[in-house]
């Protein structure tokens, strides 16, 4: 007489449960990475979305060290709105008003930078038809050097582009669907172009925009 092997409930459902574990601590890894893919992929296409437009606006307009922005000013902001706007294809434009960014906005730490919209900050908010939204603010020299590592060539303040790339999804983080791009006399240039040492899993992120593209357009500063 032969003897067929066969597992009991017991031990079946013991492997069910070993696979449901692993499962649980996988999934968020193997989603969050998929996400971080998404998002890149995004960033790519709003850096050549926001390059051309850049060089665009700077045959008609001269560079921005001749725009007369000024931190915390809303004319200035609206005035170079227009310069760029024509080169964008909107779906939505919020000026500064609430719709057309997500809060909060949070530092790549986790804590928050922008709790709400607040009208008194100058900015300027559009959503554009792939997908992104974009906020458009004025930033001192002194930030553009210490905050976004963008070297110690500045002496005039200068237009940041902020790109949430997946709009309105979570997780609205400086560093990891949100990014800055700052135009200088050099053109439209990603934040951290000469120093990405804020960005880590303990900083705000600013320069991760940089980080990214040294890494060859991977995440591994959270790795």
Not at 27 to 32: A, R, S, W
Not at 112 to 119: C, E, F, K, L, R
Not at 131 to 148: C, E, K, R, S, T
Not at 167 to 195: E, S
């Amino acid at each position: 007489m032969y003897m067929k092997n066969a597992f009991t409930l017991a031990e079946v459902l013991i492997t069910l449960g070993i696979i449901g574990v692993v499962a649980a601590f996988t999934m968020p890894v193997l989603n969050q990475r998929l996400s971080d893919q998404k998002n890149i992929s995004s960033l790519k296409k709003a850096y050549s979305i926001l390059s051309q437009a850049t060089n665009l606006v700077i045959s008609e307009h001269e560079g921005p060290e001749y725009w007369g922005m000024s931190d915390d000013t809303q004319v200035p902001v609206t005035t170079i709105y227009g310069y760029y706007e024509k080169h964008f294809n909107m779906m939505r434009e919020c000026e500064n008003k609430s719709g057309c960014w997500a809060y909060p906005t949070k530092y790549l730490n986790g804590s928050v930078y922008w709790p709400a919209h607040n009208s008194s900050w100058y900015q300027y908010a559009f959503s554009l038809t792939d997908g992104m939204n974009v906020l458009m603010d004025i930033y001192p020299a002194d930030q553009i050097v210490g905050n976004f590592g963008m070297g110690n060539n500045y002496n005039y303040d200068c237009v940041v582009f902020w790109v949430d790339v997946n709009a309105d999804k979570l997780p609205n983080q400086i560093g990891r669907d949100i990014f800055a791009f700052i135009v200088t006399y050099r053109g439209l240039q990603p934040a951290g172009l000469d120093n990405v040492s804020d960005c880590n899993s303990n900083g705000n992120g600013w320069m991760c925009a940089s980080k990214i593209i040294q890494d060859g357009w991977t995440i591994k500063y959270l790795e």
